[in-house]
Structure formats: C-alpha cells, structure tokens
C-alpha cells in the first residue's frame, strides 16, 4: 500500500514525457509554494508584490531624468561651474537606485503561516478559554501589556496566527509583516520591518536628488539666458524643461514624504499606527508609544541602524518531501487540513494537482484571489465566522463543493465574504 | 511509560508523535524575541521544570544577544550602510551568527537532555520564530509508522 501511494503522488508531479516510475522528483524550492500573493524572481533572490506597474513607472522616471540630466546639463555645467556636478549627482543617482532596488526586492519581514499543528493548538486553546463548542465565534484577540500600555493582538484569520504586535496583514500581499508600515506600490513591495531602512534612504536621498537636479537645470537655464537669451536657453536644451517639470512635482510630495517618515522614525511609529492614532494622546491620557526609547536619537539610530533580521520565510530552501506544507491557494482555496495524519497526504496530492508549474508568475492565479482579501484590520464580530470545526477559516468565493469534504464553506463566507470586501474597499485607499 | 531513548536516532526510528507542545512568545517587553517560561502541563511528566526553564531562558538570552542595539550593531549597521550592503556578500550579519549559534544549543540540548526524555525541540526559525514547537514521542515498538501521523492514525499501521 505504501509503495502504492508513493509511486501514485511521484506520478502526478512529475512531467508528462517522464516515466510513471521514475521515484525522483524534481525538488521544489519553498518560494514555488508560497501562499501569498506575491512575484518571485531569479529562482526566490527576488521578492516583490504582485502589482508592479507603478514600480517600473518610478524606475522609468528616475532613469529618464537623470538621463536626460546627465546627457544635456551635466556637459554645460561641467564646463561653466565644476565637474564634481555631475561626479555628485552621479553617486546620488547610484545610492538612489540601489536603496531602491534594495526595498523593492527584499522580504519586508513576512511571517509565514502556521502550521496546521500550530494551527490546531491555537484553536484549542482558543475553545478550551472560551468555554464553547458550538459555532458561537470566539473574539480572537488577545491583550498584552508592553511596557505598561495595553496592546492588543488580533488573531489574523489568514496566516492563523495572532499577529505579533505592530504586525499586520497586508490585504495585497496576502501575508502578515512584521511592524508593517504599509504597502507602497511605487516601489512595488510592502514596507516593514526589513525594509524600512532602505524605503526611508530611499526617499531621503531621492528628495537630494530631485533638488539637486532641479537647482541645477535651473540653473543651467539661466546662465545659458545669460549667454543667447531665455527663449533660446531653452530651445537649446528643451530636456530641461522636462526635468525641472518632473523635478518640480516630485519636490513637494518626495519631500514631504521624508519629512513625515522622519517624524515616524523619530517617534518609533509606523505609517499604520500614525494612520490609525493608536498612541496619540487624543485617545486617552494615558495613552503612550510604549515602543518608542523616549529620546529621538535612540529612536533614529534604532529604525536605521539596528540589527537586520533574517527573512523568515526561506525562500530558497528546499521543500522537505514528508513535511507537511501548507499549500497555496491555487484557486483562492487554502488547504489546512484538520488533521496531521491527513494532512500530508492531502497536502501533497493536492500540491500535485493544482500546483501550476513553476509559481515563478502569480498571474497564473486566477482573479479568485481578489475575494480571497483580509482587510488589516478587520474586527472580529461575534456572528462572523461560526469556527466550531478546528479546520479553521476558508474565505472564499467560488466552487465551494470543491473542498467540501474537508469544511463547511457556505454560511460562513458569504457573510464574512460581505464584510471583507466593504472593509477592503476602506483600506485598500 | 516513557521509555529510554538513547540518542536522536533512535528516537526517530523506533517512535511516533504523539503530541506538540507550542510555547508562545512573550510579547510584554515589547516586540523583541523571548519565548514564555511558563511550563507546560503536558511535559509534566517528562522533563524537569528547571531544566525546561533553562532552555527557554537561554534561547531568550540569545535572541536578546542578536537584537541588542548597541555600539557594535550601529557600526555593522553603518559599515553596512557605506558599502551599499555589498558587505553581507562577504561577512554574515551578527543576528545569522547567533542564530547558527542557537541551532547549535538546540541540537546539542535536543541529545543531551530531550531525546532521552521522548522529546524534540525544533528550532523557533523554521516556526517563523513564532512557537518553540517541543515534540511528544511515544516509543511504539513499531517501524512502519512514519513519523508524521499522529497517535489517531497511528494505530492503524500493518
């Protein structure tokens, strides 16, 4: 029977030209089966969201204009003022684009979900302090004091955890991150806690560029109309009218931007919690930061210069065969299993069959995923997900016949389904 | 009863989970890592409380060790910073050596002192530092179960 059941799973994820036989899989790497919705590239080196038009548009903009900078004005300026210019605006360019690349390919600090013995245990415990057994819906937090302020922590219906505090589920991304600022499409990745250092070196040295460049193509403009007159000033070099146009609407929102993500490190905040005036003294009296060092310079040197955690995720290791995996949802439906026994066998069979071949591109994934979303923060009303079963939470949209040996699917999500989609609409602004 | 197992080995052959113990993070200094000291019932009848305590403690000692801001990790962090990162291409950050540290201690505590008990401790990292997850053995005397079913299925091995 076992040779039986090996030889059966070896056979479907193997390619159809391979022989039924053959008891060697192909090892799959741990990005190819992630379950969030992000894009991997360069066999797992690099991680991004799944929309990442808006990225390349910044790209586009930053190479553009510092092109046409470097081809049009650098040559006068470097002539009629000094050649460290352009050595200068080169070095900038370069540290731009490096923090850039830096925050858009970096795992923000993704907590990979549980796993379905985690996930039992959680459950259980949840039941066993809430005293029910029937489909009454436990609340789902949890509150802890951090350094004398209370601090709730919501469990997260997705990853099935209790999110650490300052994390928080990324509707987008599909996953939680750690101290999740928010999710920046312009750099086409979530901002957190492994890469806030670069998003902020990122907007402060753009912010130096934008006004370096703009003061010098203006000022190339006036001393070339110094020279032949303003009109031909800028008929000479019509690229900088462009630049100073582009520089001159980036100034005032890349500026700002560093500015307010300068109080935000100052006060060890994150962009959520300021959003949300979790710790503004407009809630109560006694309501402080309780992360934050008390002096600003502690604060700063922490955000930018603390220790770099690892990614927690792994993306590159190598998927042990025999271990359980949580599989992706492949058609918006996450597989938890409600038992270990069945869990694996389940999990690998269904990893055969609706795995896609290399989930190297989630565009594979179809549209399901968009009613698949959980808000940030989305509360937990009672009546919301009757949770008797300890398989835990499908949120889903179609074929719910599909996995109904496994759970309960109707009741429960067309309810939650209408709640998370007038949230989502709110956090998705 | 539990019965003796000699090294890791063993333990893996010759017995089948039987339970996993979760020990959850302890968020009340804020959100630097430390596991919960807390014992729990069900290693009641396995393992000393000092023991576990132990363990549990040092862990925190050294994720706490990894995360310390201090002198040397602002000048890794600036050295870092002045070189565009490239130097993580050469050198190992000092949280990665830490944690080859901490897998060391585990490993060396899951032979010394766990295994021969029944249990397993896998490291917080392959948990998303979430859950010290401690694993139950049972000694069932047979082979042919695999090491992932649980006690339910287990029973119904040939």
């Known amino acids: ?429 | 009863m539990a019965t003796e197992f000699h090294n890791l080995q063993e333990l893996r052959q010759s017995a089948s989970l039987a339970n996993k113990v979760f020990i959850q993070r302890d968020y009340s200094e804020g959100t630097t890592c430390k596991f919960q000291t807390k014992f729990p019932s069900e290693l009641e009848t396995r393992i000393e409380r000092s023991l576990f305590e132990d363990t549990v403690k040092t862990l925190n000692n050294y994720y706490a060790e990894a995360e310390k801001i201090g002198g040397q990790s602002y000048l890794e962090g600036c050295l870092a910073c002045a070189t565009a990162y490239l130097i993580f291409l050469c050198i190992e950050t000092r949280y990665e050596k830490v944690l080859k540290k901490i897998a060391k201690y585990i490993q060396e505590q899951n032979e010394k002192i766990y295994a021969p008990r029944g249990l397993l401790i896998t490291d917080p990292i392959e948990r998303g530092m979430r859950v010290v997850e401690i694993s139950i053995y049972e000694d069932r005397g047979s082979s042919g179960s695999s090491s992932s079913s649980s006690s339910v299925s287990g029973s119904t091995t040939r």
């Open chain 1, 1 to 429: 029977m076992r040779e039986c059941e090996y030889s059966q799973i070896s056979t479907r994820s193997s390619t159809p030209m391979e022989t039924p036989y053959k008891k060697r899989t192909p090892k799959k790497r741990k990005w190819q089966l992630f379950p969030g919705r992000n894009k991997f590239y360069c066999d797992g080196r690099i991680m991004m969201a799944k929309q990442t038009g808006v990225f390349y548009l910044t790209l586009v903009l930053i190479l553009a204009t510092c092109g046409l900078f470097f081809t049009f004005d650098c040559p006068f300026l470097a002539l009629q003022l000094t050649p460290v210019i352009p050595v200068i605006g080169g070095v900038l360019f370069l540290f731009v684009l490096g923090s850039l690349l830096r925050t858009s390919f970096s795992d923000p600090g993704v907590l990979p979900r549980a796993t379905p013995d985690e996930a039992a245990d959680l459950e259980r415990q949840i039941d066993v302090a809430n005293g029910t057994t029937g489909y009454r819906p436990p609340p789902r937090t949890k509150e802890v004091v951090i350094n004398g302020q209370t601090v709730k922590l919501k469990y997260c219906f997705t990853c099935k955890i209790f999110r650490p505090p300052r994390a928080s589920h990324c509707s987008l991304c599909d996953n939680c991150v750690e101290r999740f600022d928010h999710h920046c499409p312009w750099v086409g990745n979530c901002v957190g806690r492994r890469n806030y250092r670069f998003f902020y070196m990122f907007i402060l040295s753009l912010s130096f560029l934008t006004i370096f460049i703009f003061s010098f193509v203006i000022t190339h403009i006036i001393l070339e109309s110094h020279r032949s007159g303003f009109l031909s000033a800028l008929k000479e070099s019509p690229a900088s009218v462009l630049e100073v146009v582009v520089c001159f609407f980036s100034v005032w929102s890349i500026v700002g931007l560093s500015g307010f993500h300068t109080y935000l490190i100052s006060s060890n905040q994150t962009t959520n919690e300021d959003i949300k005036g979790s710790w503004s003294s407009k809630r109560g009296k006694d309501n402080y930061n309780p992360y934050s060092y008390g002096n600003i310079v502690t604060n700063c040197c922490a955000a930018l210069c603390g220790p770099l955690p690892p990614s927690l995720i792994d993306r590159r290791g190598f998927i042990q065969s025999g271990v359980p995996q949580i599989a992706p949802p492949a058609n918006g439906i996450p597989m938890y299993g409600s038992t270990q026994s069945q869990q694996s066998h389940m999990v690998s069979e269904s990893e055969n069959e609706r795995q896609p071949p290399p989930l190297s591109s989630s565009s594979k994934a179809p549209m399901v995923h968009h009613h698949f979303l959980t808000p940030e923060e989305m509360p937990s009303p009672p009546g919301m997900l009757p949770c008797g079963s300890p398989m835990g939470h499908s949120p889903m949209g179609h074929s719910p016949t599909v996995q109904a040996g496994f759970y309960n699917p109707a009741s429960q999500d067309s309810l939650h389904e209408d709640s998370v989609r007038g949230l989502v609409k709110l956090s998705s602004v």
